[in-house]
């Protein structure tokens, strides 16, 4: 039977996310990243990717969990890209799930950004989800979810190191909203820093974006094989 993953671009509609300096908008370039990395899960007949949104529209951040769990998936990868005030800054980094928030100051930057994205929408309940969530949740299950989220995590990452700089070579953990699947591994990825013009270049850049898709593949393989 089919592995069902679902990937989610982040941000999207009024949502544009981060703006690089040459106006690069990062909900673009995540759904270009996204749309890639699908088309190479579904050559793999064991594996069926499936997008949270498809096009230029916005999607509620409790939604896109909703969509996991509709979709039977089995993994949730959120599409991402990093900004900061430094046009210095480089590299990827991957964040999981942490309940009590997170582990450095740009994880708190970035968890206010993306967990209030969702008042555009008109979404304000994105917290009262969690009090459900965690009813269905038991220890156990969560346990079990965070530990192969980080698995997953550190595969992604390995293999991104090879194609490009790594902002922090160890999973991050934050208090993401679109990371709070009860059961399944989720991981956020943050592909580089749309903020630093050279990087900014690299994510606009098909060839670029293509081998970013095909290292997050190779990690979701790795992950897969370490599984069995």
Not at 31 to 40: G, P, S
Not at 41 to 64: E, F
Not at 115 to 133: A, C, H, R
Not at 149 to 165: Q, R, T, V, W, Y
């Amino acid at each position: 039977s089919q592995k069902i993953i679902l990937v989610d671009p982040g941000h999207g509609g009024e949502d544009s996310g981060a703006i690089g300096k040459n106006k690069s908008q990062e909900k673009s370039v995540n759904l270009a990243i996204a749309k890639k990395l699908v088309a190479i899960i579904n050559k793999n007949s064991n594996l069926k990717a499936v997008l949270t949104r498809s096009g230029d529209y916005y999607i509620p951040l409790t939604k896109r969990i909703t969509i996991a769990q509709k979709e039977n998936a089995t993994m949730f990868i959120s599409i991402h890209a990093d900004s900061v005030e430094s046009i210095t800054a480089k590299g990827a980094s991957i964040y999981t799930l942490s309940e009590k928030g997170n582990n450095s100051k740009l994880a708190k930057q970035l968890e206010q950004s993306q967990n209030l994205v969702d008042q555009f929408g008109g979404v304000e309940t994105v917290i009262d989800n969690d009090q459900f969530l965690k009813n269905i949740l038991t220890d156990f299950s969560r346990k079990d979810r965070d530990m192969q989220s980080f698995n997953l995590a550190k595969e992604i990452i390995g293999e991104l190191e090879k194609i490009g700089p790594i902002h922090k070579k160890v999973p991050q953990k934050a208090n993401f909203v679109v990371l709070k699947s009860p059961t399944i591994p989720s991981v956020l990825v943050e592909t580089a820093f749309i903020s630093n013009p050279t990087q900014e270049k690299r994510l606009t850049n098909n060839k670029q974006q293509q081998k970013i898709a095909a290292s997050i593949y190779q990690g979701i393989l790795n992950y897969y094989q370490k599984l069995e």
